[in-house]
């Protein structure tokens, strides 16, 4: 983000209000989130709050204290540091305000997909309803942060398999079928691909497109040689049996037993009689 963009975030930040506080004195209105102080009773009067409405209170302070040093990070650009904070608003109490400041945080790390989605999501009243004349600006933000969305329109020929699994940085983003196509949003920056599916031999891939890029990547899906696929089921096979893991069963056993008798002759007390069962056992005395 250039000092044009950020000077125009914060000139945005005051657009939508903070997480609402609750008036002090309930007769000013009612309000679905009561603040702390109209939620303590008077001494020796009976608390009028639920243990639900004193959890939704203290989710409220928290939301609003996360959402503070969320403001704090983003004035200084610490853009990471401010998505921590404002998601973890959002998680106790979700808030335009928490989410639009969110959205900013995003771009600022270089993450115009989750801006874009968090922006689609305010105007949709996801995190509560939003005033009319907002509504042009967060679309002008939302159209900026699409502008930054690279696209991999990946396609795959062969192997086989009825269908292929897609991850990107380890995270899955969809499956095709082994003749189709499959087109994946992406942060601009360099992302890991893999393609995998039932029977074939995966493929691992580099990509790193430039904001707005648009790329096709054709992958040649290759099954896995017969052999490989023989020698795995038949190492699943022994796995499986009971009896690798009653001979597995003897080996420890075994194992057990000398690593006894090497630390008993390595110095023992006399034995001792246990008087309920008769059992005699042997201390180990340690040098």
Same mark, same amino acid.
């Not at 203290?58 to 996360?66: G, K, P, S, V």
């Not at 690279?150 to 396609?155: N, Q, T």
């Given at each position: 983000m250039? #000092?044009?963009?950020?000077?125009?975030?914060?000139?945005l930040l005051g657009l939508v209000a903070a997480p609402r506080r609750a008036a002090a004195d309930p007769r000013a209105g009612s309000s679905p989130h009561?603040?702390? /102080?109209?939620? =303590?009773?008077? *001494?020796? @009067?009976?608390?009028?709050?639920? @243990?639900?409405?004193?959890?939704?209170? @203290?989710?409220?302070?928290? *939301?609003? #204290?996360?959402?503070?040093?969320g403001k704090q990070a983003i004035a200084s650009g610490r853009f990471a540091e401010a998505r921590q904070n404002f998601e973890a608003s959002l998680v106790r109490v979700p808030r335009v305000a928490a989410a639009f400041n969110l959205a900013i945080a995003y771009r600022g790390i270089g993450m115009p997909v989750e801006s874009y989605e968090t922006l689609t999501r305010i105007e949709r009243g996801i995190y509560g309803p939003v005033r009319e004349d907002r509504r042009d600006q967060i679309r002008q933000l939302a159209k900026e942060a699409q502008h930054d969305i690279?696209?991999?329109?990946?396609?795959v020929t062969g192997g086989g398999a009825s269908s292929v699994l897609v991850k990107i940085d380890g995270q899955d983003v969809?499956?095709?079928? +082994?003749?189709? /196509?499959?087109?994946?949003? =992406?942060? +601009?920056g360099s992302r890991s691909l893999r393609v995998s599916g039932e029977g074939l031999q995966p493929i691992d891939k580099q990509v790193n497109p430039k904001p707005g890029e648009k790329l096709t990547l054709s992958l040649l899906l290759v099954p896995v040689p017969a052999d490989d696929r023989t020698r795995s089921v038949e190492r699943s096979s022994v796995l499986q049996s009971p009896w690798f893991w009653l001979g597995a069963g003897v080996v420890v @056993?075994?194992?057990?037993?000398?690593?006894?008798? &090497?630390?008993?002759s390595s110095g023992t007390r006399d034995p001792v009689s246990d008087p309920t069962?008769? &059992? /005699?056992? /042997?201390? &180990?005395r340690f040098h």
């Open positions: 250039n #000092r044009a963009r950020i000077g125009l975030v914060f000139a009561p603040s702390p /102080t109209a939620a =303590l009773p008077m *001494a020796g @009067a009976q608390s009028p709050w639920s @243990a639900d409405s004193e959890g939704a209170i @203290a989710d409220e302070a928290r *939301a609003q #204290r996360f959402f503070e040093l690279a696209y991999l329109d990946l396609r969809g499956t095709l079928d +082994p003749t189709g /196509t499959l087109v994946v949003p =992406l942060n +601009p @056993a075994g194992a057990a037993v000398t690593t006894a008798v &090497v630390v008993s069962f008769g &059992v /005699t056992t /042997t201390s &180990v």
